[in-house]
């Protein structure tokens, strides 16, 4: 399977506690999206690498969330000290950067509950 | 932030039924995506648009991008149970990378 993966599925975790969750891309991919998406509505954007440059920060990204793609291949999110807010479906796509090549793919996203 | 204006938001329908559901912006679009997304799953990519009056197909899907670039339709025939599900539109531009998402349409197949 060739597809975007993520890892974790899903995540339960205490209120307080760090998490940190995986993106593979598609590997011809040089753009790596991360998104939020809560029940009801459409995926928000987090944030944007193209290669191992993040170039671009949502204001929905406060200072408890990072995300690094060191190689320019697979990312990571981290959230530190989980609040019952955060609790989310944590999508995670990629696309090239060429034409029509900038169709994001999506993976299956890792699903959070905060306790 | 931005949305684009989806709907309906949600459909219930007969087995056989056509479906058409569609998405409407203020701005002007150089590319329209159609997602579908079931439960616990990320957005699946069903159709793609990049040229203003492109009418495409898969299966038994059909998608058109509006001539003004500011709408875009979807249209299901002869909808079966595996239909079911939430469908988004999300538009994009050249100059940005970032999609603006419509809120979907929930499809309901009634028994």
């Known amino acids: 399977d060739t597809g975007v993966s993520q890892d974790p599925r899903h995540k339960i975790t205490k209120r307080g506690q760090n998490v940190t969750f995986r993106c593979d891309p598609i590997?011809?991919?040089?753009?790596l999206y991360w998104y939020r998406q809560t029940l009801g509505q459409g995926p928000e954007f987090l944030t944007y690498?193209?290669?191992?440059?993040?170039?671009?920060k949502s204001r929905l990204l406060s200072d408890r969330f990072s995300a690094e793609r060191p190689k320019g291949s697979f990312s990571t999110l981290e959230i530190q000290r989980t609040e019952q807010g955060d609790s989310a479906m944590y999508l995670c796509a990629s696309s090239s950067s060429v034409g029509i090549l900038r169709t994001q793919y999506f993976g299956p996203g890792t699903r959070l509950l905060v306790l | 932030g931005q949305q684009l204006n989806q709907s309906p938001q949600s459909m219930f329908i007969q087995e056989g039924e056509d479906v058409s559901m569609n998405c409407t912006s203020s701005?002007?679009?150089?590319?329209w995506l159609w997602y579908k997304q079931d439960p616990g799953e990320g957005p699946v990519l069903l159709i793609a648009?990049?040229?203003a009056g492109e009418l495409t197909s898969n299966g038994r899907l059909t998608a058109q991008f509006g001539i003004t670039r500011k709408d875009s339709f979807l249209n299901i025939s002869a909808s079966i149970p595996s239909d079911v599900g939430i469908y988004f539109c999300?538009?994009?531009?050249?100059?940005?990378?970032?999609?603006?998402w419509g809120a979907g349409t929930k499809l309901i197949i009634k028994p």
């Open positions: 701005s002007i679009f150089n590319t």
């Open positions: 590997s011809e991919h040089n753009r």
């Open positions: 648009l990049y040229k």
């Open positions: 999300a538009g994009g531009t050249d100059s940005n990378y970032q999609l603006i």
């Open positions: 690498f193209q290669n191992e440059a993040q170039l671009e």
